[in-house]
């Protein structure tokens, strides 16, 4: 059954006015009933969400897999590193074991003594003697700081000088470079013994070493010990110049610009006398003297 081309016609020009006429309504009942309106979209979600959560699924189990496998390869590499720092300390340890196991073999064989006990009380520069025919320093502790004759006066930097006058308040301090200043040293790399020898400069010379006894510049100068005036190791200088006999050590001590020295009682001022002794010969280079006369 064929239908007649003018209902056909009829029926295109009514279809467009109907639509439009039921998009109205579908607004205007939207509108006018919120609540049935929003029933009908939650009805119409909770039959999509189950199709909707099915298909996730999927999704999510592959997201978690690959989460799995990243954690396990981090887990793997924070393992593996554990393991790396763990034979590093294990390698420490053993270091540590042997060398105090060398520590105490070492002790045991040299039978170490404890140095005796050692204090100290710092004290500031008030007044500089220096000059032409002096090199001293007075400093503002005395005999009720503790200072005694004979003890050490250091800077950070090394030795300054020793305690020559002592008073109720203060000290003072008779330089290396000092006229009257006769310290026993050695060379620090040879253990060859030697007396620094003030002359009033600002370098002392280095007197009464043994014959045959190459020194050369930039070797570094130490206390000896001999006399038992100062105990052996002290920083004292370095040699500065080698001019035939004449061999010139700078000390490490910047004794032109002393503000603050420290007095250091190293238990050995009691074997000085309590008046100066006279100076010992001077000598003009190296001899095979004995360190006695510098004594």
């Known amino acids: 059954m064929r239908i007649s081309v003018p209902v056909k016609a009829a029926a295109q020009r009514l279809t467009l006015p109907f639509l439009i006429v039921v998009s109205i309504m579908l607004v205007v009942f939207g509108k006018t009933d919120a609540l049935l309106y929003d029933g009908l979209r939650g009805a119409l979600t909770d039959r999509i969400a189950p199709i909707l959560q099915a298909v996730s699924q999927p999704f999510a189990t592959v997201a978690g897999g690959f989460r799995a496998i990243s954690d396990a390869v981090k887990v793997n590499s924070e393992n593996a590193e554990l393991r790396e720092e763990n034979a590093r300390l294990l390698e420490w340890q053993e270091v540590a074991r042997r060398l105090a196991a060398e520590n105490a073999e070492l002790r045991e064989l040299v039978k170490l003594v404890p140095q005796n ?164 010969p001077r000598a003009t280079g190296r001899g095979s003297k004995s360190l006695d006369a510098a004594r």
Request: charged content about 20%; cysteine-free; glycine content about 12%.
């Open 117 to 280: 006990e050692v204090s100290s009380v710092s004290g500031r520069v008030i007044a500089d003697s220096g000059g032409a025919y002096a090199r001293n320093v007075l400093v503002n502790v005395g005999r009720t700081d503790g200072v005694q004759r004979g003890q050490a006066a250091m800077t950070g930097e090394g030795l300054v000088g020793r305690v020559a006058e002592v008073g109720a308040r203060t000290a003072r301090v008779l330089l290396l470079t000092d006229l009257n200043s006769h310290i026993p040293v050695e060379l620090e790399d040879t253990h060859e013994r030697a007396v620094l020898d003030g002359d009033n400069s600002e370098e002392p010379r280095l007197v009464y070493l043994p014959p045959k006894v190459e020194v050369h510049v930039g070797q570094r100068i130490v206390t000896g010990g001999a006399g038992g005036v100062f105990p052996p190791g002290l920083p004292v200088g370095v040699v500065s110049a080698v001019t035939g006999d004449l061999i010139r050590v700078e000390p490490y001590a910047e004794l032109q610009r002393l503000e603050l020295v420290r007095v250091v009682d190293f238990g050995l001022s009691g074997v000085l006398p309590q008046s100066l002794a006279p100076p010992p």
